[in-house]
């Protein structure tokens, strides 16, 4: 209880903690202070995504720290041209910008998308077009680029030169465009927003619309890439490329480092001096994420994690089928929720608060929507536990 007294007394209130001071985790476990588990379904919000603690990461975040941590930008290392070679193999990029975080990440895409059009001699085109619900970071750019309401709230006025658009209405996104536009920014499966994938067609089609429009599309894959969604990069699952995307979370497995991958030619907008960031990129951080990278690529893994997210979207369907509180499922893979009806007495912040006194980790968004983002190594008998303990409660 001394974590939680100090963390009360000196850390800003910015966070409504749920009262529990974790001290040790391994694989898809967490232990708090007073010795109890817990199965992690959670797993910090998308990051731990191979568990807590993989021997794995942890031999090679050791071999790292031993060897060196530290050196700028302005040197040469090889874990980062390792890391970035690998991402830019891996996925339809050219090109890696390193950062600290997702909102860093999408930070130096918003930069690049107005810059790519400076550097061709078009300052008229510098407005970016995000989706309603979306979410993209805490920053005063990434914030201004969110189309929530709520959290911007108490930080006007915001940057200029975004807009927002209802999430897979394509006409609504077409009669937006006009001359000033220089991007359009979205997340293939929205997150924060209530786990809402995109329609089949419709990043097809938003596509199809920035190529004749010649503006560049941003897919921001922060929460829903890296193996979440079933594929390596969420938007495989559309047979759809972006011009430039963003990574985070999940990449380093819990050591911070964001990612801004671009083609060749929207990485034309950064040349020397024109964006850095001191501890982007450091050994360290890049040799835990191409460790992360190397076991996500391994035979097999992706479609296990497929197998598992089919079985348990399978699992809380039948939840619905059996009681009439769930209106919803949705989701891609093991990046899951299920929303509960409104106007009733409880809503989402009661189920996170019993499942966890029954040992399950998960958390709510939009009051509504109980969110299920495990390790991606989660085992059927796992999710067979908390779907009975969801059951009982519902």
Same mark, same amino acid.
């Given at each position: 209880?001394?974590?939680?007294?100090?963390?009360?007394?000196?850390?800003?209130?910015?966070?409504?903690?749920?009262?529990?001071?974790?001290?040790?985790?391994?694989?898809?476990?967490?232990?708090?202070?007073?010795?109890?588990?817990?199965?992690?379904?959670?797993?910090?919000?998308?990051?731990?995504?191979?568990?807590?603690?993989?021997?794995?990461?942890?031999?090679?975040?050791?071999?790292?720290?031993?060897?060196?941590?530290?050196?700028?930008?302005?040197?040469?290392?090889?874990?980062?041209?390792?890391?970035?070679?690998?991402?830019?193999?891996?996925?339809?990029?050219?090109?890696?910008?390193?950062?600290?975080?997702?909102?860093?990440?999408?930070?130096?895409?918003?930069?690049?998308?107005?810059?790519?059009?400076?550097?061709?001699?078009?300052?008229?085109?510098?407005?970016?077009?995000?989706?309603?619900?979306?979410?993209?970071?805490?920053?005063?750019?990434?914030?201004?680029?969110?189309?929530?309401?709520?959290?911007?709230?108490?930080?006007?006025?915001?940057?200029?030169?975004?807009?927002?658009?209802?999430?897979?209405?394509?006409?609504?996104?077409?009669?937006?465009? %006009?001359?000033?536009?220089?991007?359009?920014?979205?997340?293939?499966?929205?997150?924060?927003?209530?786990?809402?994938?995109?329609?089949?067609?419709?990043?097809?089609?938003?596509?199809?619309?920035?190529?004749?429009?010649?503006?560049?599309?941003?897919? %921001?894959?922060?929460?829903?890439?890296?193996?979440?969604?079933?594929?390596?990069?969420?938007?495989?699952?559309?047979?759809?490329?972006?011009?430039?995307?963003?990574?985070?979370?999940?990449?380093?497995?819990?050591?911070?480092?964001?990612?801004?991958?671009?083609?060749?030619?929207?990485?034309?907008?950064?040349?020397?001096?024109?964006?850095?960031?001191?501890?982007?990129?450091?050994?360290?951080?890049?040799?835990?994420?191409?460790?992360?990278?190397?076991?996500?690529?391994?035979?097999?893994?992706?479609?296990?994690?497929?197998?598992?997210?089919?079985?348990?979207?399978?699992?809380?369907?039948?939840?619905?089928?059996?009681?009439?509180?769930?209106?919803?499922?949705?989701?891609?893979?093991?990046?899951?929720?299920?929303?509960?009806?409104?106007?009733?007495?409880?809503?989402?912040?009661?189920?996170?608060?019993?499942?966890?006194?029954?040992?399950?980790?998960?958390?709510?968004?939009?009051?509504?929507?109980?969110?299920?983002?495990?390790?991606?190594?989660?085992?059927?008998?796992?999710?067979?536990?908390?779907?009975?303990?969801?059951?009982?409660?519902?």
């Amino acid at each position: 209880m001394d974590s939680i007294k100090k963390t009360d007394n000196f850390v800003f209130q910015t966070y409504a903690r749920q009262g529990k001071a974790f001290v040790k985790g391994e694989g898809t476990s967490l232990w708090d202070e007073d010795g109890k588990k817990y199965i992690d379904f959670l797993a910090g919000i998308a990051v731990c995504s191979l568990g807590h603690c993989h021997p794995k990461i942890t031999q090679a975040i050791n071999r790292q720290a031993s060897t060196l941590i530290h050196v700028s930008n302005l040197f040469y290392t090889m874990p980062q041209a390792d890391l970035a070679s690998k991402l830019c193999e891996k996925s339809f990029a050219d090109r890696v910008f390193f950062a600290n975080s997702g909102a860093e990440a999408n930070e130096a895409a918003i930069k690049l998308a107005r810059r790519y059009f400076q550097k061709k001699g078009d300052k008229n085109r510098f407005k970016i077009i995000t989706m309603e619900q979306s979410f993209h970071g805490r920053t005063m750019a990434t914030l201004s680029a969110t189309g929530q309401d709520k959290i911007k709230e108490g930080f006007y006025p915001l940057l200029e030169g975004f807009s927002y658009v209802p999430f897979n209405d394509i006409d609504a996104l077409r009669n937006e465009i %006009d001359e000033s536009v220089c991007a359009i920014m979205l997340e293939p499966v929205q997150g924060e927003g209530g786990i809402i994938p995109a329609d089949p067609d419709y990043l097809k089609a938003v596509r199809e619309l920035c190529n004749d429009k010649g503006i560049l599309l941003i897919f %921001d894959e922060i929460q829903c890439g890296m193996g979440r969604c079933g594929t390596f990069f969420a938007h495989e699952l559309y047979k759809v490329t972006p011009d430039i995307m963003t990574l985070a979370k999940a990449l380093g497995n819990g050591l911070p480092i964001g990612a801004m991958l671009a083609t060749e030619d929207a990485a034309i907008g950064f040349d020397f001096g024109s964006h850095a960031t001191t501890f982007g990129g450091t050994p360290l951080a890049t040799a835990a994420a191409l460790e992360v990278v190397n076991i996500i690529s391994r035979e097999t893994f992706l479609e296990q994690v497929r197998q598992k997210g089919q079985y348990f979207k399978d699992k809380l369907v039948k939840l619905k089928e059996k009681h009439s509180r769930v209106v919803g499922i949705r989701g891609k893979g093991l990046l899951l929720g299920l929303e509960i009806g409104v106007g009733k007495d409880k809503n989402a912040t009661f189920f996170v608060g019993e499942l966890m006194e029954k040992g399950f980790i998960i958390n709510g968004i939009q009051d509504k929507i109980l969110r299920f983002a495990p390790p991606l190594i989660i085992e059927e008998k796992e999710i067979d536990r908390l779907i009975s303990a969801l059951d009982s409660l519902l």
